[in-house]
């Protein structure tokens, strides 16, 4: 390749590599000054060939593109977060229905969710653990298919109310040859929002632990 002095700046430029490096990083003002000078200062003997003449006019457009697309999406990234905080702001004390098994129990108020059924299942057991793994107390829904609320109002097999704190909450399907655990979700109350940068979008701060915005299922 050949090497040519750019009069203006005195920056080398090795055609085909050093213009290619450096249009990122000018606008399209400097790079046209850039070109003409390269122009005006090519080897006699050697000009500038049509094809290289217009393949750097086009790296310097495809560039210029990438970079207005990065600055759409990244405005269209921002409208999008604000509307999730939005949103995610409307829903502060009330309650979200998430999958998962497990639930803050705080003394007073019932653990409420539900239970995906299938229509086959003869019976449903909801079995209710400590953060020990300790069963202490086992409900039993009647028959029927589909989304099934459960409701515990935080009292052991014996009757005693049971201290606060987390509880697992397990869910079985009962068969005529065989038992099948079941997904469970958990109603939460959404107690404050936060939003994440590390992009896991908006967070809800919640009764029973953090909660993605993105895995809620309901709304009551």
């Known amino acids: 390749m050949t090497t040519i002095q750019e009069?203006?700046?005195g920056t080398l430029i090795r055609k085909g590599e050093t213009a290619s490096?450096?249009?990122?990083?000018m606008g399209q003002e400097?790079?046209?000054t850039l070109m003409l000078a390269q122009l005006k200062n090519q080897d006699p003997l050697k000009p500038l060939e049509p094809g290289e003449?217009?393949?750097q006019l086009a790296q310097f457009s495809t560039v210029t593109g990438v970079q207005g697309m990065q600055s759409q999406l990244s405005?269209?990234?921002d409208?999008?977060?604000?509307?999730?905080?939005?949103?995610?702001?409307?829903?502060?004390?009330r309650g979200v229905l998430s999958e998962g098994n497990i639930a803050s129990f705080d003394g007073q108020r019932p653990v409420r969710g539900t239970i995906e059924v299938p229509d086959t299942a003869s019976a449903v057991e909801v079995v209710i653990?400590?953060?020990m793994g300790v069963e202490v107390s086992r409900l039993l829904l009647g028959p029927g298919g589909g989304e099934r609320e459960y409701s515990w109002n935080g009292r052991g097999a014996d009757g005693e109310s049971l201290m606060p704190g987390p509880y697992q909450i397990n869910a079985l399907a009962r068969y005529a040859d065989r038992t099948e655990a079941l997904p469970v979700s958990v109603l939460s109350t959404v107690r404050s929002i936060t939003v994440d940068g590390q992009g896991a979008g908006l967070l809800l701060n919640t009764?029973?632990?953090?909660i993605a915005l993105s895995s809620v299922r309901h709304v009551m």
């Open 53 to 55: 003449f217009l393949g």
């Open 7 to 9: 009069p203006l700046s």
């Open 75 to 77: 405005g269209m990234v």
């Open 21 to 25: 490096r450096g249009m990122g990083e």
């Open 207 to 210: 009764d029973n632990g953090r």
């Open 30 to 32: 400097q790079f046209l």
């Open 79 to 93: 409208a999008l977060r604000a509307s999730q905080t939005v949103e995610g702001a409307s829903l502060i004390g």
């Open 129 to 131: 653990r400590d953060s």
